[in-house]
Structure formats: structure tokens, C-alpha cells
């Protein structure tokens, strides 16, 4: 602990006697300062005891001492030491009156104790105390190594909660929490990721200081990671302030779980490389090379029916494809799932149990993009129907189908069981066939505006009524000859039969095409 003046009235060579100010001399002082200055507050810090002989200062006016004294206490000056025997043979009583007001501490220095004492006096107590904590926290940094050796992040996270007397909790990159010490913090932590989600939206490394849930503590946050987007997050909970030795546990904590997720970095990244091989031979038609080659690593995950979700995103949003791929592989391995995610260039492959944790992540994530309209990274994302090893390459054609529909309909993620259950015409509304079909009836749609006819009407009704030439002319209210007459017109003015069953469908989907909203 730092000096306080209460160790300093307690030296027995300084003989200090205390005379105003008893119930506050557990106060620590950060330093002694000798000043003759009638207003030495501009050259104050705080945690100063201030020596003085009262040389330029009228010490017996009340009012002026009050003022004084007044102004040490607002400057944080923690004692007032007056010299006996030097310019007054006693402290005055309008000294005394005025600390005692005030509450500041007052301390009789005796002539034959210079002040130079007391300042050897509180700068070897300062080194003290710095040299143990810095002992201290060499100490917590090798018991923090060794239990990052032998039992991990957890182990780390108990030996840093016993150092700082608190608890500290360890979060993923979704801000969920991976570990808590002890165990009662971990709902504790679980309450503060927004906060943590907030930190990790700033470039690392960045730190916050936050208050607990219900303010029952105070919380740092601390982003993990190398890279510009943080790979986890430290909290540590404490009642106070963290003391110099308590700090030095913490950034020893941070190296320490820094050096831990950059290795499991470059871990992951080695299993992704695995994982594209298994890829690979999945779509090539070689599920049992791609079991060979998967072992243990992705083994289960070919065991049981699966998804293949394909992501894609613009040349600039490489932060929109992570945030995807961190989704899936957190909730994969809070749940204890194997999940396989392959970064390609702009795209994201993600093959993830049917059912599980990390595809209901993936449709959560982007069910809150689109909720948020955030479309400006143009994410899509698509989803294939279950499957097996063997139809991996069907399941993967069916995920980039579903891509490019959620890509023409504006959707940040499209489901491949959903586009087959539904109906086709919204597919119409893709630019390219509304292009076709408007060239398709232009020449029909220009006959009618000259007033000689309604072909596109009749053509409309004749289509709908399957060449039914009664029941169609009846909807339009003319004859049948009538109808049979357009009819001819139109096939002359497009110079195609419609006894053509193609030229009838794609008549057909152009009148749907320009007519879908």
C-alpha cells in the first residue's frame, strides 16, 4: 500500500504530532511538497501533504486561513504540515479552527525534523510499495502462465479472479461468454454484452470501463486480438479500483489470452484449409476420400443429414461475410456442434448439421440484417435443403439457386425448400425477363393504342380460357368470330402461331411478367 499520513505520524524519526483532521489520516499521499506560496493550489495535483512555514501567509486572520485552507481541500491536498519554532513558535489557532472546519488533517512538524525527511520519508515508502507491487505482479504473472499451460482459459480466469479479488469472464467474438470464474459471474458477464458487442465495433485494442449489472461492481473490458476486428473479449469485475499489482495481473491476463486466440487463429485457419479439401471432394462426388480426409476434425458432421448454406457479398464487405461465418461457429460451439466454413473470395461456403445451432444462428443473423435493412454491404445469403455426402453437389446447387433468387428479390437470406414450395411468378420479376416480355407484346400493345383493337386483352383472355373460343369471347363480351379475327391479328403481327405450345407459355409469362407488382 502507498504511505498514508497515518504511517507518517507513526514514524518514529519524523516525531510528526497531529493536530487537526484525526479521523482522516488513512488517507494515502502521493506526495510531500514544500511551498511558500500564499496560493500554491495552481502547482497542486492532489494527494499532496503540502509542508509550509507560513512565511508569506497571514496564519492568525481566521478569514484568510478559512480561505486557504478552503482552497487545499478543493485542490485534493490530503494534509497540511506546519513547522514549529521557524515564523511562529505554535500553529495559530485560526490555522487549527480553519482544518478543523474543513476536516483536512494538520500536522505539527518540530523544528529539528526538516522537511527534506519527510519527503525521503514518503518517496521511500512510494518506492516500497512500488517495488512490491511490481513483485507481485511478476508473481501473478507467472501463476497466471502456468495456469494458461496446464488448464487453459479456465484456469487463467481463476488465478486473475483470486489476484484482483473480483471475477473476470472471457467472451467469444459474438460477445457470448466462453468462460467465468468464479462460477456465479457467468450470468453476471452474460448481462454485459451489449457493452461487449459495443467494444468490439471500435478497432482493437480498445478498453472500457463500464458499471456492473444493478452497479454492484465496476467492470473493464478488454478486446482480444491482433487483427482490426477483435477475436474475444475480457471482463474483470472488482468492488474498487484496480491497485497497481491488480493491473499488472490484468495485462499480463490480456498477453496471455491474446497469445491463446491468435493461436487458436491460426489454428482455425488450418482447419479451414481441411475443411475446403473436404469441400472439394464432397462436390467432386468422393465422400468417403472426403471422410478419409475430415477424420475426427469434421467426421461427425458427414454422419448425419446437413445443410449448405452459400453466402456472397460485394468487393468491399468482407466484415459482412465474418460476422456470418463468427455467427455459425459460436452457436456451433456453444451447442458443441462441428461446423465447416470456407471462405471463397467474396463468397462464404458454411456446411452445418440440419436442425442445429449454427444454420438457426445463420437465419438469425440475417433475419436482424434484414429487420435492420442494413443492405448496404449487399449480404445474400442461401439455404439448401437437407442432405447427405452423397448429394453434397445437388445440396450445393440448390444453395446457389436460392442465392440468386434472394439476390433478384432483394432478401438478404432465401431458403431452397421455400422457392419450391411457393410460386414461380415472383421470379418474374427479375429485370431481364420483364425486358423479354415487354418486347414480346410491344408490337400488340402498339396495335391497341392506334384504337383498331384490344388484342393484348383478347390474347389475355383466349391464354386464360385455354383457346376456349365461346367461354373467352363471353369474359370480353363479343363475338366468337370477332375473337377468332384478333386472334389472327395477333398472330400475324408477331408472326408466330399460336398453335405453338412454347409461343403460348411464353405469351403467357410475359402478360404475368408485366403485370407482377
Not at 74 to 92: K, R, T
Not at 213 to 225: Q, T
Not at 385 to 400: C, D, H, L, N, R
Amino acid at each position: 500500500m502507498p504511505p498514508t499520513l497515518a504511517s507518517l505520524v507513526h514514524h518514529s524519526a519524523l516525531k510528526l504530532t497531529v493536530r487537526a483532521g484525526e479521523d482522516r489520516l488513512d488517507a494515502p499521499v502521493r506526495w510531500a511538497h514544500a511551498s511558500e506560496l500564499a496560493d500554491p493550489v495552481p502547482y497542486m495535483e492532489g494527494g499532496e501533504l503540502l509542508l509550509i512555514t507560513a512565511l508569506k501567509l497571514d496564519a492568525e486572520d481566521r478569514e484568510a486561513m478559512r480561505r486557504y485552507v478552503r482552497r487545499l481541500v478543493g485542490a485534493g491536498v490530503v494534509g497540511l504540515g506546519f513547522a514549529v519554532g521557524v515564523h511562529y513558535e505554535d500553529i495559530p489557532d485560526a490555522l487549527v479552527d480553519a482544518a478543523r472546519e474543513e476536516g483536512l488533517p494538520l500536522l505539527e512538524v518540530p523544528r529539528r525534523t526538516p522537511f527534506l525527511a519527510i519527503s525521503k520519508a514518503v518517496s521511500a515508502a512510494i518506492a516500497a510499495d512500488q517495488y512490491r507491487a511490481v513483485t507481485a505482479g511478476f508473481a501473478a504473472q507467472r501463476e497466471l502462465t502456468r495456469q494458461a499451460l496446464t488448464e487453459g482459459p479456465e484456469g487463467l480466469l481463476a488465478a486473475l479472479a483470486a489476484q484482483v479479488d473480483g471475477w473476470a469472464a472471457l467472451y467469444d467474438a459474438s460477445g457470448a461468454v466462453v468462460a467465468a470464474a468464479p462460477e456465479w459471474a457467468g450470468r453476471r458477464a452474460a448481462r454485459l454484452t451489449p457493452d461487449v458487442t459495443r467494444l468490439r465495433e471500435r478497432p482493437a485494442p480498445a478498453s472500457s470501463v463500464v458499471a456492473g449489472p444493478e452497479n454492484e461492481d465496476r467492470v473493464e473490458l478488454h478486446s482480444l486480438g491482433t487483427g482490426r476486428r477483435p477475436r474475444a473479449a475480457l471482463a474483470v469485475g472488482t468492488a474498487a479500483a484496480l491497485g497497481t499489482a491488480e493491473r499488472y495481473a490484468v495485462h499480463s491476463a490480456i498477453a496471455l489470452l491474446t497469445l491463446i486466440t491468435e493461436r487458436s487463429r491460426s489454428l482455425h485457419a488450418a482447419e479451414q484449409r481441411i475443411g475446403a479439401a473436404v469441400l472439394r471432394m464432397l462436390l467432386a462426388g468422393e465422400p468417403d476420400h472426403a471422410r478419409a480426409v475430415a477424420g475426427d476434425l469434421y467426421g461427425g458432421l458427414l454422419d448425419a443429414p446437413f445443410r449448405i448454406i452459400v453466402a456472397a457479398g460485394g468487393e468491399t464487405n468482407g466484415d459482412a461475410l465474418g460476422a456470418l461465418a463468427e455467427a455459425a461457429e459460436a452457436a456451433a460451439a456453444r451447442s458443441g456442434e462441428v461446423v465447416l466454413a470456407v471462405p471463397e473470395g467474396n463468397r462464404l461456403v458454411i456446411l452445418a448439421c440440419d436442425g442445429g445451432a449454427a444454420v438457426a444462428a445463420c437465419c438469425d443473423h440475417a433475419a436482424a440484417r434484414e429487420a435492420a435493412r442494413k443492405t448496404d454491404d449487399e449480404l445474400v445469403v442461401g439455404l439448401s435443403a437437407p442432405a447427405g455426402p452423397i448429394a453434397a453437389s445437388t445440396a450445393y446447387k440448390q444453395a446457389e439457386q436460392a442465392l440468386s433468387v434472394a439476390r433478384r428479390r432483394g432478401r438478404v437470406l432465401v431458403e431452397h425448400e421455400h422457392m419450391a414450395a411457393g410460386s414461380v411468378l415472383p421470379l418474374l420479376a427479375d429485370d431481364a425477363v420483364r425486358a423479354f416480355a415487354d418486347g414480346l407484346l410491344r408490337a400488340l400493345r402498339e396495335h391497341d393504342a392506334t384504337g383498331r383493337g384490344d388484342l393484348v386483352a383478347s390474347l389475355r383472355a383466349w391464354l386464360s380460357r385455354h383457346g376456349q373460343w365461346d367461354a373467352a369471347a363471353a369474359d370480353l363480351g363479343v363475338h366468337r368470330h370477332t375473337l377468332r379475327y384478333r386472334m389472327r391479328r395477333v398472330e400475324e403481327i408477331l408472326g408466330r402461331s399460336l398453335d405453338d405450345p412454347d409461343t403460348r407459355m411464353e405469351l403467357w409469362l410475359s402478360l404475368k411478367a408485366t403485370t407482377t407488382e
